[in-house]
Antibody
């Protein structure tokens, strides 16, 4: 079955860059679908970060666009997230997910990774 | 605040029915399919409704979805203690060219 797993540092210094990787198993990213990142600040709701296709075509949350870069590597079946100039407001659980049904129909999710931005 | 508006909380007794509304606009719900997610404490969200009213395999038929104009509704019948969770609606927004989520609704079983 399809599995997604987030990896990366759990602690990032303020003004630094948050970098996360999502490793997909059980399904080749090159076969299609959009792959996304969603985050959830402690005690708050879900926030769309962005989605990327296996061709590299991507969509970003306008509020994060100037700080965000997403890439995909079909040879390793991974996609990644880089968010620059982070502040405490970027502290959240970050999830990667597959947008199987389009229109934010994420059918498979990673378990999430907590990233804390420290001052 | 969120692009999609949900009530912060709803509650009902076991066995009863609850409805959760999700209000948007023509740039999102009005022209795109809506999904719903259930998030149990400490876990990742789980897709329970997609394409407005379709259930993924394995999701109980106690969960139902509907859409009318720029609003969507999630219904849960035969409420169980295991249904206590946060529920989120989501869709695409053409103006933003981005996905959008509702603020979430906490369901409490009295």
């Amino acid at each position: 079955q399809v599995q997604l797993e987030e990896s990366g540092p759990g602690l990032v210094k303020a003004s630094g860059t948050l970098s996360l990787m999502c490793t997909v198993s059980g399904y080749p990213i090159s076969n299609g679908y959009y792959w996304g990142w969603i985050r959830q600040p402690p005690g708050k709701g879900l926030e769309y970060i962005g989605t990327i296709y296996h061709t590299g075509s991507s969509y970003y949350n306008p509020a994060l666009k100037t700080r965000l870069t997403m890439t995909v590597d079909t040879s390793t079946n991974q996609f990644s997230l880089k968010l620059s100039s982070v502040t405490a407001a970027d502290t959240a659980v970050y999830y990667c997910a597959r947008d199987y049904y389009d229109n934010s129909g994420y059918d498979e999710w990673g378990q999430g990774i907590l990233v804390t931005v420290s001052s | 605040q969120s692009v999609l508006t949900q009530p912060p909380s709803v509650s009902a007794a076991p066995g009863q029915r609850v409805s959760i509304s999700c209000s948007g606009s023509s740039s999102n719900i009005g022209n795109h399919y809506v999904s719903w997610f259930q998030q149990l404490p400490g876990t990742a969200p789980k897709l329970i409704i997609y394409d407005n009213d379709r259930r993924p395999s394995g999701i109980s038929d106690r969960f139902s979805g509907s859409k009318s104009a720029t609003s969507a509704t999630l219904g849960i019948t035969g409420l169980q203690t295991g249904d206590e969770a946060d529920y989120y609606c989501a869709t695409w927004d053409s103006t933003l060219s981005a996905g959008v989520f509702g603020g979430g609704t906490r369901v409490t079983v009295l």
